[in-house]
């Protein structure tokens, strides 16, 4: 019998797995187009780790978001001046460290003029909340090392590229020291573990060098070039005020799904789910997987009904 927490690493794989391929060709309407029965579960995606409970993009964020029962967080990831894959936000690390205060006058205090010597003296949490005093930057392993302790997957951003020639391959380099993230199921279950960005190019990149890794378009992509997306991106993943039903529907039949960002009021989360949408990005993953059981009447994240696993992810809830 599997474990109950092996189980949901099966759910967070199949959580990342693409619909069912459509084609064009057919009159079937598109499985999980609004107003038609679902295919899969909707995905609840932490947002920056349980950012609305904890300091964004630390392991007290991802253990927030565990905590909620989280099936895939979100993170963003940085490099150092040493090379060194660091998980962070903003290109600068004013907003959410002490640098100001522990190195003065090395403004602008982007993360890319900082070694993972200087970046460990930072306190990431007291901005935050003085309970979080002391929580420190963490590196993309050690994000990985969290999370797979706590079973959830990670739906990974590639924050601002254009200031970090060959991430990619330092990300891929990474992934490839943590094969069972980049492993697919027995069943041909997806890796539980995706890249996006804002940088398309920097996507197809990523995308060439972990092949069987889904890999994801933020922003919104042109209806007229979805399709030609459509030959290697597996999502396209817009603001939720960015998409309408339509959109939706045309990236559906297209074969990729849609993760919108970041919703985080009720109302907006039963709109984009009316939408059609696949996930939903949020910094309050707890609300987003009650509002997903409340519109679809299957739990967030859940398998599809075919697997035996569904039924044994019930001692989850
Ligand atoms: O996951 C999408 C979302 O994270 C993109 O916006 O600025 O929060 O990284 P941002
Ligand atoms: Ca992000």
């Known amino acids: 019998m599997l474990h109950r927490l092996g189980v949901a690493a099966v759910l967070t794989a199949l959580a990342l797995a693409g619909p069912a391929p459509v084609t064009a ?3 079937t309407p598109a499985p999980d187009a609004p107003g038609r029965p679902r ?6 995606v932490a947002h920056r780790g349980g950012s609305g409970y904890a300091p964004e993009n630390t392991l007290a964020a991802i253990d927030a978001a565990h905590a909620r029962n989280a099936s895939v967080v979100e993170l963003d990831v940085q ?11 903003d290109t600068t690390l004013a ?3 002490d640098v100001e205060q522990v190195f003065p006058g090395r403004a602008p205090y982007d993360v890319a003029d900082f070694t993972l010597a200087e970046i460990r003296r930072l306190d990431a949490g007291s901005w935050f909340d003085t309970a979080y005093a002391g929580e420190p930057v963490p590196t993309l392993q050690e994000a990985l090392d969290r999370l797979d302790r706590r079973e959830v997957g990670l739906l990974l951003e590639v924050k601002s590229p254009v200031l970090y020639p060959g991430i990619e ?3 891929s380099q990474t992934m490839a020291r943590n094969p069972d993230w980049t492993a697919s199921g027995a ?6 573990f995706a890249v996006q960005s804002f940088d398309w190019e920097s996507v197809e990149r990523s ?3 972990m092949p069987d890794v889904p890999h994801g378009l933020l922003g919104v992509v042109p209806e007229d070039r979805i399709a030609d997306y459509a030959e ?4 396209i993943n817009p603001n939720h005020t960015r998409i309408d039903a339509d959109y939706v529907r045309a990236v559906h039949d297209a074969g990729l799904e849609v993760y919108t960002y970041t919703v985080n009021e009720p109302d907006d989360m039963r709109a984009a789910i009316a939408k059609g949408v696949d996930g939903l990005i949020s910094d309050f993953p707890d609300v987003a997987r009650r509002v997903i059981a409340e519109e679809t009447g299957a739990a967030a994240g859940q398998a599809r009904p075919w697997t035996a696993a569904a039924v044994l992810d019930l001692a989850r809830y």
Do not use: S
């Open 25 to 27: 060709d057919t009159d």
């Open 39 to 44: 295919t899969a579960p909707v995905v609840d």
């Open 79 to 89: 490099r150092t001046e040493d090379g060194e894959l660091v998980i962070m936000h």
């Open 95 to 97: 907003r959410t460290t």
């Open 169 to 171: 391959a330092d990300i």
């Open 187 to 192: 069943r041909g279950e997806r890796p539980r």
């Open 207 to 209: 995308h060439r060098l």
């Open 232 to 235: 290697w991106a597996d999502q």
